[in-house]
């Protein structure tokens, strides 16, 4: 065999060699999942304050952290702000859930004052859970309600079609899941009226945010100072 003929040989087996290895990659890049999150984490959610508001139509039974079976419209005649959670959701404890205590420090001494908080995963939050929630924010059960309403697609649609809170979306990415919680949920407050009426949605947890600050560094602060007065004026309506 001729030199010329031995290099000819040496440099096509290394050629088909790499193209061995090139496609081996190209196969195992392709079989093995990305550890990589396939889409961005969702840290806020929710929507700004509804310009129309309206009166509860429907009713909503449910359980309290007591286990004490209650009624939405046991409320009627109070002034009360409604709010979702579940009791893993990291966004609702540090975030909502701070929000809400300074609320109650505020306005529990009124009798007619009152805060209901509804759980978008009752699967898992059951009395026991509730009720260490509830001892965590200092949260009495006279004017504090956390509740588990039953099975969760009925609860959705409740606070989604009767009080116009945005979509309760359940998450599927294990890295979404782990960073944010099992649910995607509205993180404003309502304020509801003596009658039964929506009134207002404060979305606080939003005007928190980063981007928020940016457009307008002041919108956390007059809407806290809006939601707090409007509490004040609807107490002083007897």
């Given at each position: ?153 009925t609860t959705h649609n409740y606070l989604e079609k009767e009080l116009k809170f945005f979509g309760v979306r359940e998450r599927t990415d294990p890295l979404d899941i782990e960073a944010n919680g099992r ?56």
């Amino acid at each position: 065999m001729s030199r010329k003929t031995t290099i000819f040989l040496f440099y096509t087996g290394v050629a088909a060699i790499s193209a061995l290895i090139i496609v081996a990659a190209i196969f195992t890049r392709s079989t093995i999942p990305s550890l990589k999150p396939q889409k961005e984490l969702i840290i806020d959610s929710g929507k700004t304050t509804p310009s129309d508001y309206f009166a509860i139509g429907k009713d909503l039974p449910a359980v309290n952290q007591d286990e004490q079976q209650v009624k939405l419209s046991d409320l009627r005649g109070k002034v009360w702000v409604a709010a979702e959670f579940f009791a893993v959701c990291p966004h609702c404890a540090v975030r909502n859930g701070s929000e809400l205590r300074e609320i109650y420090e505020v306005f529990k001494s009124d009798p007619d004052f009152h805060i209901a908080c509804i759980s978008v995963d009752p699967e898992e939050d059951q009395p026991e859970k509730l009720k260490e929630y509830a001892k965590v924010l200092g949260a009495e059960t006279k004017n504090w309600w956390f509740l588990n309403a039953g099975e969760a697609k009925t609860t959705h649609n409740y606070l989604e079609k009767e009080l116009k809170f945005f979509g309760v979306r359940e998450r599927t990415d294990p890295l979404d899941i782990e960073a944010n919680g099992r649910y995607q949920h509205d993180m404003g407050f309502l304020l509801v009226d003596r009658n039964f009426n929506v009134i207002g949605k404060w979305p606080l947890a939003d005007a928190r945010s980063e981007e928020a600050k940016k457009r307008d560094p002041q919108m956390y602060e007059r809407m806290k100072k809006e939601l707090f007065d409007r509490i004040r004026a609807e107490l002083a309506k007897k």
